[in-house]
């Protein structure tokens, strides 16, 4: 359960920036996998791949029931804004762990769409193959490939707008 | 090859993972190296990329764990009853109490604990150390009756294949103190036991009757068949 709430709370913590939001809905999670599990068979893919579609589904509804996430849905003319809202809303040893790019790229991260946010952090922070990521959005391969393709090149502009130059 | 600013950000993932194919991938590199819009693209996403990569796993809250039990399982009290319940089922644990059990059942049914009516004054260890004792002696004076009986079953037998052998003997008394007498067998050196030597005497001569009347049980029943 350590290594599952572990990676469960990680997807969440990406998605969310809050470690608050991100603890109530690991917790949501298992709650849900603990109910649902009768309604998992093998044949549908691996459990932890079942895991992250529950994760990504409580995810998608979280992000439109908050109204913050709808606000920072639009990418261009709310960045100084929403940073100072992500500053505000961590605590201060939370500021002090993240270094300097890290904190911003889970700045940059929070402010992606929703759809390209999740292919971005499943294929590039949890490492999953584009058949996994395909089976947990329930989307053809090509629109799998397209959104983390989409979300990479937003997510560096994003990083661009927010003065991260390349080195 | 040529390629165009809208083909480079089509396949600026494919390119990052290393899945063009060399031509794509030598046409990739002349058009960024000339092109000023698509160098910064790219150097920008692999920034990106190198960024996302560097994200450290966050440490989880050390109270996640316990509320997920919670949640899911219930409150920590009924947790630690649902895993000391669980506990119980364990093979070994159910071996255990099955063999304390069959001891017990033991014990007191060699003290004369009765099951169906069960007095407390039957557990008191006085009541318990006489019960046993007194089934313990019973069961001895049996055993040591089931072996005399043994004992004279085996004589009767003895004397009986004797007569048979040697009948011009049958009534010649034993050797007095014979060196090579028989264990169990008994003889006129034994005055403490009359009860057991008439006993055995009314046996055998039951038996010699039986085997008359009935001489296919005896074993020399082929012999006697001759003319």
């Known amino acids: 359960m350590r290594r599952h709430s572990r990676r469960i709370f990680n997807i969440c913590y990406r998605f969310t920036g809050n470690r608050t939001e991100s603890q109530d809905l690991s917790q949501d999670v298992f709650l849900r996998v603990y109910r649902t599990l009768g309604s998992y068979r093998s044949a549908h893919g691996g459990f932890a791949t079942w895991m992250t579609s529950v994760t990504r589904n409580l995810l998608i509804d979280h992000y439109r029931r908050t109204k913050r996430d709808r606000v920072t849905d639009s990418l261009d003319d709310k960045m100084p804004v929403v940073e100072n809202k992500e500053s505000a809303g961590r605590r201060p040893d939370e500021q002090a762990l993240l270094g300097e790019l890290s904190g911003q790229v889970q700045s940059a991260l929070t402010r992606l769409s929703p759809e390209l946010r999740e292919a971005v952090i499943l294929r590039d922070l949890q490492q999953l193959e584009y058949s996994e990521i395909q089976q947990v959005l329930a989307v053809p391969e090509g629109t799998v490939k397209s959104r983390i393709n989409r979300g990479r090149i937003e997510l560096a502009r994003i990083l661009q707008q927010m003065g991260v130059r390349p080195s | ?227």
Request: charged residues 20%; positive net charge.
């Open chain 2, 1 to 227: 090859m040529n390629w165009t600013c809208e083909q480079t950000e089509a396949r600026l993932s494919d390119y990052l993972d290393g899945l063009l194919q060399p031509v794509e991938q030598s046409a990739f590199n002349r058009h960024v190296n000339t092109c000023e819009k698509c160098a910064p693209l790219v150097a920008g996403v692999a920034r990106a990329l190198g960024g996302l990569y560097a994200l450290e796993p966050v440490e989880v809250p050390a109270e996640l764990e316990d509320a997920i039990l919670t949640a899911t399982l219930g409150a920590p009290s009924w947790r630690n009853l649902r895993r000391w319940l669980k506990g119980l089922q364990s093979p070994r644990f159910v071996y255990s109490m099955a063999s304390v059990a069959a001891t017990l059942v033991i014990i007191l049914t060699a003290s004369g604990f009765s099951l169906r009516k069960p007095k407390l004054a039957d557990l008191a260890p006085a009541t318990i150390f006489s019960k046993t004792n007194s089934k313990a002696h019973r069961f001895y004076a049996q055993s040591v009756k089931f072996v005399s009986d043994l004992r004279v079953v085996y004589e009767i037998q003895t004397r009986l294949s004797e007569n048979e052998q040697n009948p011009g003997t049958r009534e010649q008394p034993a050797p007095q103190n014979s060196p090579d007498k028989q264990p169990g067998r008994t003889d006129n050196t034994n005055p403490s036991a009359p009860k057991q030597q008439n006993r055995a005497d009314e046996i055998g001569r039951s038996l010699r009757i039986l085997a008359a009347q009935f001489p296919v049980l005896s074993g020399s029943s082929g012999e006697r068949r001759m003319p």
